[in-house]
């Protein structure tokens, strides 16, 4: 079983952070990566958002730090743990963009990049960088097989209904034969976007329920990945027993991945949870 986080600093949703993390500093967060690093946590995450109307603070909170610039510093502190922007949203950039910058990131980090992928929501930031957003689903499967012909080609060759591109180099690429493609979403077409392009599916705000019952309605390949949260909040340091049972119930659920975090009243119990966690789902092996 495999454990990732969902980031602690990066973002500040709603309900969902300590408050340690509303003052926290990049070294911070930097103990939290080399300690889950260590740990053998399978990735960590950071989101992305370019600017945010100031009446979705209160749904979608304040912050959002830059997945690329975020994920390469972090890159050059670890050695081992994968780092996956969850999500990039696809109509905001041109793919060929998308595989030189991280295609740089999966060169720096030896190939450790997952690129997590979304059709994106947020109308107003649609219109705020004047990206189309009537037809964002079919331009962000386009954008998904452009990427699948460019992450890892020098000199990539595509032709598709929103992307053309041929003659062009990208130089450095990624250095993996096959970049994993991981789709967001909170719908089960995103699900079915995931099992037709992608690689594995890493939905938000979905319950694992719900996921079980939409896995159920689908055939995905033997190697695909989906990433869950737990089906309840976990407490290792309290209740170790109960949290092996809630991990085994979200493996139930369809889960690969369990992707965990938890609020906490500062950084040194962040820490001794991941430690923790960890050493508890051991248990399940």
């Given amino acids: 079983m495999k454990l990732s986080i969902a980031s602690p600093v990066v973002s500040l949703h709603p309900g969902a952070h300590g408050p340690w993390e509303v003052t926290a500093t990049i070294d911070d967060l930097v103990r939290v990566a080399e300690t889950a690093d260590q740990l053998g946590y399978y990735h960590l995450t950071c989101s992305e958002h370019i600017a945010l109307p100031a009446h979705e603070l209160a749904r979608r909170g ?10 390469g510093y972090l890159a050059a502190r670890t050695r081992q743990i994968r780092l996956v ?6 109509p905001y950039h041109h ?9 740089t990131l999966d060169l720096i980090s030896n190939g450790r990049v997952i690129l997590g992928v979304g059709v994106g929501s947020l109308e107003e930031e649609f219109e705020l960088i004047e990206a189309p957003f009537d037809d964002r689903g079919p331009r962000s499967d386009d954008s998904i097989r452009a ?11 595509y032709h598709g209904d929103y ?17 994993p493609i991981w789709v967001g979403g909170r719908t ?5 976007r995931a099992v037709t392009l992608g690689d594995g599916w890493t939905p938000f705000a979905v319950t694992p329920d719900t996921a079980r019952q939409w896995l159920d309605r689908v055939e995905a390949p033997a190697d ?29 659920a369809g889960a ?27 248990a399940l092996g």
Avoid at 95 to 103: C, N, S
Avoid at 227 to 247: F, G, M
């Fill in 256 to 282: 690969t991945i369990i992707s965990v975090g938890r609020a906490q009243d500062s950084l040194a119990e962040y820490l001794e949870y991941l430690a923790a966690l960890k050493e508890v789902s051991a």
């Fill in 163 to 179: 992307y053309d591109f041929e003659g062009m180099v990208i130089d450095p690429c990624a250095v993996q034969p096959r970049v």
């Fill in 188 to 192: 089960l077409r995103s699900l079915r």
């Fill in 62 to 71: 304040p912050r959002y730090w830059d997945p690329l610039a975020t994920l």
């Fill in 224 to 252: 695909f990945e989906v990433v869950l949260p737990p089906v309840e909040p976990l407490d290792p340091v309290k209740e170790p027993a109960r949290t092996v049972d809630a991990l085994a119930a979200t493996v139930a």
């Fill in 85 to 90: 922007p969850h999500v990039l949203v696809l």
């Fill in 95 to 103: 793919p060929l963009e998308i595989a030189k910058r991280y295609g």
């Fill in 147 to 157: 990427l699948r012909a460019a992450l890892s080609q020098r000199t990539p060759a």
